[in-house]
């Protein structure tokens, strides 16, 4: 190994161990979120591209397609619950172009492709089954494509016509759709009402029944694509409902009334047939006809009355016995009307609308207004027996505070949910942070270190500092103790003391020490520079 590399990683472990607990963890997490979306990041961008090859397969399609993609060591996933097979995107048109050449998928509802297949042996039931069966694959194919459909089956009943029948029938549709989401919504539902209703030859839309894969009924025959009679009755009632409460709350303020309605609805559709006869003014008669009879003659025995069994009673001899007799027959041109109405299921038999009003807060506002503006508002029919109540009640604030304290806890916890995930973002993020400030660190020291200029040791041979000579001799006093009788002259002891002896390896140690003292005293950075590289030097060593 290098003799530079080793060093830099000795330097690096002497700087890691001297972490303390707190700078290791946080060193160890932030190395751990790093190596962690850098292995994130390289399975990302090592996977291949997915794309749909076929989707909505039937089982046995979709086990064929995967069988020929094994065969092929082609990867693939499934979604859907099987019925989507995923590819990688440089593979899906070869083997688009395999599975067509196989016949794959063979499961389709065939279209006006069944027509082809018809031979001029074929019975006129054949003829009309297959032409039948075409349109209902045509229709499904088309309500597939719409947006959230995942397959879609169609069923026509056509009347068949004939001239043996006086009324011909109605022709319907029944659409059953299974959605990728929860369910369709009323615009999409109207799509396939009126789309199916406008490919068939004299079917209405309300004759068009869409059911989805859960068996909720959107569309209902008779009624529309606004649902049954059941979601009608409730779908008004909430209107109704909604207007008052809104009114409401502009007189009595938000949270002090509160409206229910109840609406009676009828849930039989039926059809009535009415004539109208009138005679037009002025118009001549159709024709016209009249019948005059006269007769004369003596009369006699054989003219008289007629008696019991119809025997004849004569009359009077004296008659003369004339007879007259006219009669008239006139045919006038009438005016008919005939009215064929359709009386569809979700009329309204009778409503009824009850308004609680908080005392506290409504007690000086008139009742009688109050129930004159809610049987506006409400489309009150008194004919049909609608009646509105309105009464001034105390309400119970218990459950008001009840959940006015649940929603202060609900935003308390919502508010240190929020505080929690801050807090751990910060301390993530300052993790990383403080890894990229001790990666900065060590590699700038690392840097200033290469950086470094070497120093020639003659520069510190040929440098002759100024150095006092040191003294040859120092006196040192010597402390005498009490006086002392002595008989002869008194007088100072002094010790004369010289320098030790040195060996000459000391005296040249001495001699380099003190000329780094002085090279430190006048340059301290280049003698700096040069302890670092002999230290650096025997650690190598």
Known sequence: MPATVSSWLSRLGKTIREFTVAQRTIAIIGIAVVVLGIAALTAWASKPSYTPLFSGLAAADANTIVEQLRT????????????????????????????????????????????????????????SVTYKRALEGELANTIEALDGVKTASVR???????????????????????TERTTLGADQVQAIVHLTSASIDGMKPENVAVIDAAGTVLSAVGVGATGSADKQASDYEERVRASVQ??????????NSSVVVAADMNYESAERVEETFTTPDGAP???????????????????????????????DAAGDGTFTSES??????????????????????????????????????????????VTTAAGI?????????VELVPFNTAGAQAAAEALAAAQAAEEAARQAELIR???????????????????????RRQNREPVDLGELQDFQPEIEAPQELQLKPVIVPEPIPVTGPLTTALEL?????????????????????????????????????????????
Request: hydrophobic share 40%.
């Open 381 to 389: 029919n008194a004919e049909r027996g609608d009646e509105v109540t």
């Open 425 to 447: 973002t910060a301390i993530i993020t300052a993790g990383i942070v403080l890894l990229v400030i001790i990666a900065l660190l060590v590699y700038a020291r690392w840097s």
């Open 72 to 127: 092929d060591g082609v990867p693939y996933e499934l979604t859907n619950g099987g019925g989507t097979i995923l590819v990688p995107e440089e593979n899906v048109y070869d083997q688009r172009l395999k599975a067509a050449s196989a016949g794959m998928p063979s499961s389709s509802t065939g279209g006006y492709s069944l027509l082809d297949d018809m031979g001029v042996t074929s019975s006129e039931f054949q003829q």
């Open 156 to 178: 026509l009943a056509i009347p068949e016509q004939t001239v043996f029948v006086s009324e011909k029938g109605e022709p319907t549709a029944s659409v059953f759709v299974d």
């Open 246 to 255: 809104t009114m409401l709350d502009r007189v009595v303020g938000p949270g």
């Open 497 to 541: 003391t010289g320098p030790p002896e040195l060996s000459d390896e000391q005296k040249d140690m001495n001699r380099k020490r003190a000329e780094i003292d002085a090279l430190a005293a006048q340059e301290p950075d280049k003698t700096a520079d040069f302890l670092r590289s002999l230290m650096d030097e025997k650690q190598n060593a």
């Open 328 to 373: 008239e027959t006139k045919n006038n041109a009438l005016n008919k009307v005939t009215e064929t109405r359709a009386i569809p299921a979700g009329a309204i038999n009778r409503q009824t609308v009850s308004v609680a009003l908080d005392a506290d807060a409504a007690g000086a506002l008139n009742l009688a207004n109050i129930e004159g503006l």
């Open 285 to 315: 008669a159709l024709n016209e006809s009249t019948q005059t009879e006269e007769y004369e003659g003596s009369g006699g025995g054989a003219a008289g009355v007629l008696g019991p069994d119809n025997i004849a009673v004569p009359g």
